[in-house]
């Protein structure tokens, strides 16, 4: 199988676009997740490759080859549904078998692929009862047997795991990337959930509002988000943004409840106007009086492994993840540190990463520090 | 002056209730109700069935039960007119007439539901309003038609208007609009085309509306008695329910024969309600017929 290319696609309804001129080329055999909050466009993407919509303009290509004009049958991909679109009526059997059955496969030939797959996704025992008779994961199972018995050469997931459990979705979502790496088959996973996106895929296409924010490993992406939407999309919680202003010297300044405090120095020309992202895992707390900004603590979240405590910075709200402790900290007042070499600017007006190292200030937050918890 | 107000015990509106306090329909009362309103429905049945057994001479006896019985009217039916050809005119009348109504509504139905066309809505309210239309006024330009084809005084005549139903477009429009849409774009990734998807998915899937309309449709064509009292010409040609019609003359009703010819004609539809009560109670529901 070849490349899928999409190129410069489009989409519009009644003349109001949703696909603003995305360009994507899906490698062979990759397993790409297209990320992105609700209405993004990623399900209208997922549903333009498979067919399923019309495309307004560009193109979508395997190889060499256009598929705009194709039937969804004939592209060479099979869809898992997001409500499974199992065929009520039928077994098990019946549904899976149904695509070999309009290809008119022998009836043999038929028997023992639809036994095969039963066997890889252990639905054997299952196979003469009827959807409504199977629980949520196993008709997820079925649908994705549905899929796989087509042998087609790309697989398209629409959400296909939000309306399980969280225990669930964390075992089909092991199960997925298994049958991945058995089929090598390229995959096309659209998902809302940071977490599925981060966990399963080799290549992540962060979207936002029908544009392509980012494409890269998900390593690449939580670790250098290419747009402030990026930045706070990905990562749970997600990272702490505020303004700030390059000052004299290149000095980064954010506002305090002290007033401008400076924490860090950049190459940038005094003026610019930045936004400046922290992630709440690289923020440093402490009790100590005069170790950082001050902030009041206004609620800690108890996950167990970890804390996050979100505390009041001036006017505005900032996360900090801690390690798991026993400490009352809530109405407590806090200083927070927020460590150059962990900072993220952006251009604030662009909201585009803006690459240039953030050095320590020198002066303003003494070096020292305490980590009181 | 508030917090008085709020700490003063509350006096008592009305008793509480059990949650296992019967519903008015539960009550003694309900069940007479319901026993008087089904007297009322059945009795003029029971009656039908029971004037066919009374003799000519005890026909109009208003003891409940006949006093003597006999089958001699259902004989005079049997030899006055040929009811067996009738009732077989009438099923496969009826029969047909659901067979294509069904048909063709299951196919302007899935057009309707699956594609937008232009003007779409204009043809699916052109559609609503021919079921508004009485059969009265499109009677004589019928009977017209039939007659220049040729066509008087037979079964294809008296099926020939019944092909097409407006109610059963409308009403399996409607059940294929609401079916889930992802579950025939499944079908179509699988390679369904839309004959298969229409027979293989969806109509599979509408076997409880399809019932329902069979039953409606069936029963309607089985009672229709002015487009045959229209075209049929011999008994032979003609429906059950003009054969019943004729033991009404202008020198007088003959009742025991009637009422036994009528308890015929009752006969396909009473096992139809006994076999698919569900479905029948279900279809009138969905129409809105009482």
């Known amino acids: 199988m070849a490349d899928l290319t999409l190129s410069n696609l489009k989409k519009s309804y009644d003349g109001k676009p949703v696909l603003h001129g995305v360009d994507i080329t899906i490698p062979d055999g990759h397993f790409v997740v297209i990320v992105g909050p609700s209405g993004c466009g990623k399900s209208t993407l997922l549903r333009m490759i498979a067919g399923l919509e019309e495309v307004t303009s560009g193109t979508i290509s395997i190889g060499e080859m256009v598929m705009n004009d194709i039937e969804p049958a004939d592209r060479g991909c099979a869809m898992v549904f997001q409500n499974y679109a199992l065929y009520p009526h039928m077994t098990v059997r019946q549904n899976i078998a149904y695509p070999l059955r309009i290809a008119k496969l022998p009836r043999a030939e038929r028997d023992s692929k639809v036994e095969a797959v039963a066997r890889i996704l252990n639905l054997t025992e299952y196979l003469d009862r009827r959807p409504a008779q199977l629980s949520g994961g196993q008709r997820q199972r079925v649908a994705m047997g549905r899929a796989m018995v087509r042998e087609p050469d790309v697989f398209l997931f629409d959400e296909p795991l939000s309306n399980l459990d969280a225990l669930l979705r964390v075992q089909m979502r092991i199960e997925i990337k298994k049958l991945h790496r058995r089929l090598k088959a390229t995959s096309v996973f659209v998902t809302h959930d940071q977490v599925e996106a981060m966990t399963l895929a080799d290549t992540l296409i962060v979207m936002n509002a029908g544009r392509v924010e980012q494409i890269g490993s998900p390593a690449e992406v939580y670790r250098k988000p290419a747009s402030i939407f990026v930045a706070g999309f990905m990562g749970a919680p997600a990272m702490n943004l505020f303004p700030a202003a390059i000052g004299a010297g290149g000095a980064l300044v954010i506002d305090a409840p002290t007033g401008g405090v400076g924490i860090g120095r950049t190459s940038l020309a005094e003026g610019t106007p930045v936004t400046v992202g922290v992630r709440p895992e690289n923020l440093l707390l402490s009790e100590t009086a005069g170790t950082g900004l001050p902030a009041t603590v206004d609620f800690v979240e108890e996950l167990g492994g970890s804390r996050v405590a979100y505390c009041t910075l001036g006017d505005r709200e900032i996360a900090a993840t801690l390690p798991p402790g026993d400490q009352q900290l809530e109405g407590r007042s806090v200083w927070l540190t927020l460590p150059p070499e962990a900072l993220h600017l952006y251009d604030r007006i662009t909201g585009q990463r803006v690459d240039v190292p953030v050095h320590a200030a020198r002066s303003s937050i003494p070096s020292a520090f305490e980590l009181s918890m | ?290």
């Not at chain 2, 029971?46 to 057994?53: C, D, K, V």
């Open chain 2, 1 to 290: 002056m508030t917090t008085d107000v709020l700490r003063a015990p509350r006096p008592m509106a009305r008793p509480l209730r059990r949650i296992s306090d019967k519903s008015g329909l539960d009550t003694a009362a309900g069940h007479v109700l319901m026993v008087l309103l089904s007297i009322l429905c059945l009795f003029p049945v029971y009656w039908m069935l029971a004037s066919s057994l009374r003799p000519a001479n005890a026909m109009f006896e208003t003891s409940l039960w006949p006093t003597s019985m006999s089958l001699d009217n259902y004989r005079q039916a049997l030899e006055a007119i040929p009811i067996g050809r009738m009732l077989v005119n009438t099923l496969v009348f009826s029969v047909v007439s659901t067979a294509f109504q069904l048909l063709t509504g299951l196919l302007a139905a899935f057009a309707f539901a699956r594609w937008t066309f232009a003007l779409d809505k204009l043809v699916y309210s052109a559609v609503a309003l021919t079921w508004l239309v009485p059969f009265q006024v499109v009677m004589i330009p019928n009977y017209l038609l039939i007659a220049q084809m040729g066509l008087l005084d037979s079964i294809v005549a008296l099926i020939l208007p019944n092909l097409v139903s407006a109610l059963a477009i409308l009403l399996l429009a409607q059940a294929m609009r609401s079916f889930p849409r992802e579950v025939i774009e499944a079908a179509r990734m699988d390679g369904a085309r839309n004959w298969r998807i229409l027979w293989d998915v969806m109509v599979p899937n509408l076997r409880g509306t399809i019932a329902s309309l069979a039953i409606l449709i069936f029963i309607s064509t089985w009672n229709e008695y002015f487009w045959p009292l229209l075209l049929s010409r011999t008994a032979e040609n003609s429906v059950i329910q003009i054969g019943i019609q004729m033991f009404m003359t202008a020198e007088g009703n003959q009742w025991g024969p009637l009422m036994a010819a009528s308890t015929l004609a009752s006969l396909p539809v009473l096992v139809i309600y006994v076999l698919l009560q569900r479905q029948v109670v279900q279809s009138f529901m969905k129409s809105g017929i009482r």
